[in-house]
């Protein structure tokens, strides 16, 4: 659904185009307790905290909901419609976390210089565009309670949620992007972001889960737990593939078209990584005993993403934790997946 800054573009201008820019975005903007716009320095960091407060707490509140549905499946023993409702959750909960933990720091539109008035326009758009993009959340969510209790088909609201989550991502990556360097984006790229094209489904190993089996270029794994990673552009779910005392990984992208690869673990090179290499986002590592909880991370992807190139994946968590997978890109083709082993009547 495109909200009334889909079709606007970016205007050159200066002090003018701000103050118009400030008195069309009352409404959304208008209700965030604290927002008092980006025009004066001293009330950046606070409008920048406000905002993100607010979409922070919607998603919150539409992770809970979609919780509850999960919850009550598997009360049911609707085992097999949990995964991708409980997946919805996670992506929930991992954009929540994004957006509380983006530094509002000394760079960008938080620096003493002059900050061109095209770019706090632009950061204003964003703003209302993630507002009423989270808004567009409760469609979806009210699509699954009714399916829930008409005992329906859970994949439409699902998939049309995890749609509404990416571009939400999507908005406030390009947000990121013009808050932290403080200068415009191209007005193209301004008014695609505003008006993000419905995503097409993501391939069927996006929605692993844990017990599932399958096979990656003809080796036979189960997969035993998943690490999710939320990081803009490069935000991918790295499933481990378990056989007897053998262990590897899938990686499937959470672009269009997505990437998949199939990694082994490799040593961790001594070297430090050079400042600002990677990406920042966040991870969690969800397996049987539960979720390890969503933390900081630093994502690089390196190689060549031809099928049969060669990647590698590299995380780095806080202080000299890190993970570097690397092996070959495959097709979707290369990966059958036969599924989680059925449950007899009587079975835990």
């Not at 829930?148 to 992007?177: K, Q, Y």
């Amino acid at each position: 659904m495109a909200n009334r800054f889909d079709a606007r573009s970016t205007r050159n201008g200066d002090d003018d185009t701000a103050t118009r820019a400030e008195a069309r975005l009352g409404g959304l903007l208008d209700r965030v307790p604290g927002y008092r716009g980006y025009r004066d320095k001293e009330d950046r960091r606070d409008a920048d905290r406000a905002v993100r407060e607010s979409v922070g707490s919607s998603l919150d509140a539409a992770a809970a909901r979609v919780q509850a549905v999960a919850s009550d499946l598997a009360t049911r023993r609707r085992i097999r419609e949990v995964g991708p409702v409980d997946g919805w959750v996670r992506a929930l909960q991992s954009l929540a976390q994004r957006v509380r933990l983006a530094p509002a720091g000394y760079g960008g539109i938080f620096t003493d210089r002059n900050i061109d008035a095209i770019a706090l326009d632009q950061i204003r758009q964003f703003d209302e565009g993630l507002l009423a993009e989270v808004a567009r959340v409760e469609d979806p969510i009210e699509a699954l309670e009714a399916a829930l209790v008409a005992e329906g088909d859970l994949a439409a609201p699902v998939n049309d949620g995890m749609v509404v989550t990416r571009s939400l991502a999507t908005r406030f990556d390009a947000r990121e992007t013009v808050s932290t360097t403080g200068e415009a984006l191209p007005e193209t790229r301004v008014r695609e972001v505003l008006s993000v094209p419905v995503d097409p489904s993501p391939p069927a190993a996006w929605e692993l889960d844990d017990g599932t089996a399958l096979s990656v270029t003809g080796d036979d794994f189960v997969v035993d737990a998943r690490i999710d990673i939320e990081a803009g552009p490069v935000s991918m779910r790295l499933f481990r593939l378990a056989r007897g005392a053998s262990e590897a990984w899938l990686m499937v992208t959470a672009g269009s078209p997505a990437e998949m690869a199939y990694l082994r673990a490799v040593p961790v090179p001594t070297s430090v990584p050079a400042p600002g290499a990677g990406t920042p986002g966040t991870a969690e590592l969800i397996g049987v005993g539960g979720s390890s909880g969503v933390r900081p991370v630093t994502l690089s992807l390196d190689g060549d993403d031809a099928p049969g190139g060669q990647r590698t994946v590299r995380l780095t968590w806080s202080g000299d934790e890190a993970m570097v997978l690397s092996g070959p890109s495959v097709e979707p083709s290369e990966v059958e997946i036969y599924g989680l082993p059925s449950l007899e009547p009587g079975d835990d």
